[in-house]
């Protein structure tokens, strides 16, 4: 002290890091969002579904329970997921069979959430070099034929609308009768 001394201690807030995520992606939203928070200071976070297809089931990570508004303090870097779950999961299931010539493959296109009235397409391919002479039906949950088309090729292509869940027929019918192959399509879209 070869003088008069002033002396300033600057002193800063310890903050952590708040990270927020939702399982399934794109089932709901948390709010707040993710972000810093001062140490000790509480963060309230609520999770609403994105839609009626989601129900909130329960919290993980740096924090548990089963309501979906959860308080946390934050006295560390927390990283907390809201968990969703789908009350009727999205699904086009096919079965294929029947006789020879037999089905190769198939694919069925749609989008990740169905809505009523959407176009369903897809594809199916069998083992045969006559292609020649066949027929293709789309035949409803009620039996009724939603399309049909007389086909010339080992590839078939379809479309329809699915205006209904249920189960759905796909007919392919030789013309002569000598062989018929059916395939099984399940529609299970969620609020319908």
Same mark, same amino acid.
């Given at each position: 002290? *070869?003088s008069d001394k002033?002396?300033v %201690?600057?002193?800063?807030k310890i903050?952590y890091? /708040?990270?927020t995520?939702?399982? $399934?992606?794109?089932?709901s939203s948390?709010t $707040?969002?993710?972000g810093r928070? =001062?140490?000790?200071e509480?963060?309230? /976070?609520? %999770?609403s +579904?994105a839609?009626? !297809?989601y129900?909130?089931?329960h919290?993980?990570? =740096?924090?548990?329970?089963?309501s979906s508004?959860?308080?946390?303090?934050?006295n560390?870097?927390k990283? @907390? @997921?809201?968990?969703f779950? =789908?009350?009727? +999961?999205?699904r086009?299931?096919?079965?294929l069979?029947?006789? %020879?010539p037999?089905?190769q493959?198939y694919?069925?296109?749609?989008?990740?959430y169905l809505s009523?009235?959407?176009?369903?397409?897809?594809s199916i391919q069998?083992e045969?070099?006559?292609?020649? *002479?066949? !027929?293709?039906?789309? @035949?409803? $949950?009620?039996?009724?034929?939603q399309?049909s088309?007389? /086909?010339d090729?080992t590839? @078939?292509?379809f479309?329809?609308? %699915?205006?209904?869940?249920?189960?759905?027929?796909?007919k392919?019918?030789n013309l002569?009768?000598i062989?018929?192959?059916?395939?099984?399509?399940?529609i299970? +879209? +969620?609020?319908?």
């Open positions: 002290m *070869g002033s002396v %201690a600057n002193f800063s903050s890091s /708040l990270t995520s939702v399982s $399934p992606s794109g089932s948390i $707040p969002s993710s928070y =001062d140490c000790g509480s963060a309230t /976070l609520t %999770a +579904p839609s009626s !297809r129900v909130f089931d919290w993980s990570g =740096d924090v548990s329970g089963t508004m959860v308080t946390v303090t934050m560390s870097n990283n @907390i @997921i809201a968990n779950r =789908d009350l009727c +999961p999205q086009i299931e096919l079965t069979r029947g006789a %020879a037999g089905f493959t694919s069925i296109g749609f989008s990740s009523a009235g959407e176009g369903v397409e897809g069998w045969t070099t006559f292609f020649s *002479g066949w !027929r293709i039906e789309i @035949i409803d $949950p009620q039996g009724n034929v399309s088309r007389e /086909l090729r590839s @078939i292509d479309v329809f609308d %699915a205006t209904q869940s249920g189960e759905r027929t796909i392919l019918t002569g009768d062989y018929i192959h059916q395939g099984v399509m399940e299970c +879209p +969620p609020g319908w």
